[in-house]
């Protein structure tokens, strides 16, 4: 079996697997990113290549890869390995303002950039027309731009292989599990040329129940709601289970189910709702507005974190237990569910 090119589009793209994480572009010529989606320019002649080694669609031992990570004791209690489980948000109001839920994320990478712990990050910019992007930031103002939640995935690794990097050679990077995955996958697969990923020294996770697919929710919206430019969407928790879209003529809700036909098809093969690869995960607080979740996973995580929040930059507080026993059902359902697709499907082995 091709672990090229070939393989990737026999294993990945003829299922409709592809997530469109970014993780095979800029890599050759032959892939290229089109509209929120993966497309194959050319036939490829290699058995082996990065594209098919660094998706995280693409067969993994992903037990295996976390020893790797954290050693052979590492306390995975259903939701990956774990230091430390809280709940936080920034300070600083201009972060909390603008972000998803308690800006825990820009205001972390923020901090790091301001210690030289990184000195650049790749995060995920939202085009006008939603279509999102990696987006190498090594400012306050760039961070700004980004902050909030895009439901749509997109290409945001291929800006580490993409770069241009300026000397930089410690790098943060945020994305959801599929991407914190691809980026564990790179750190370890044993093909030549890796790339700018030995300079990735902190990732920052995101939770992600399932994500968008551009193409598809563009049209529906266009139709649904206009044309006007989105500024901002949420989806609540249960049972409300909204899809809140705040554009210039005001706050549209739609039922959660109205947008289910959406969901990327390659999310549905995924085990990871609270990127188990990261050294931060970070999500929302069901039901309490403004703070974040947050899951400290290494030693890295941890010591930014503690410097974070001594420094002022941050304030925790304890993740009250009924919240964190359903963090760890959302996650096992999750599991759950990427089995029995992959079961149903027969995809078992892939
Ligand atoms: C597709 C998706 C699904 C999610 N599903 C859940 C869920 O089921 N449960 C839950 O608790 N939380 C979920 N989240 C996470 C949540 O929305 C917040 O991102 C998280 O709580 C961090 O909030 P914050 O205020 O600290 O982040 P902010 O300070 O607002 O920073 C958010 C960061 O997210 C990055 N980002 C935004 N959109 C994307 C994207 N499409 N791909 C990669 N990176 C992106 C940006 O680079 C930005 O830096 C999801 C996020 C996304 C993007």
Redesign the pocket.
Known sequence: MSRGLKGLEEKVFQKDLCIACGACLSLCPYLRTWRGRVVKLHDCGLEEGRCFAYCPRTEVDQGALQRKAHGKGYNDVGIGPVRKILMAR?RDPI??K??????????L?DYALKKKAIDAAI????DTDLL?KG?MVRNRED?FN?????????P?LEALHKGPWQGEERIGA???PC?ALALAKMRTAPVEKKGSIDKVNLVIG???????EYEKLMVFLKKRLGEGCIEKMD?TPPPERLFKIKMADGLHSLPVDEIRPFIRNGCRACFD?TAEFSDIS???V?GIEGW??VILRSDTGENLFIKAEGEGMIESQPLPEDHLNHLKEASLLKKGRGLDFLREKGLMDS
């Open positions: 920034a972060w909390r603008k972000a998803q839920s308690g800006g825990v994320v820009s205001a990478i995060l995920t910019l939202r999102p987006r961070i980004c902050a909030g939640s895009n439901y749509i995935s997109g945001t945020v994305g959801l991407q995101l939770f992600c129940t399932w994500s968008l989806i709702m970070v999500g929302t069901e974040s979740t």
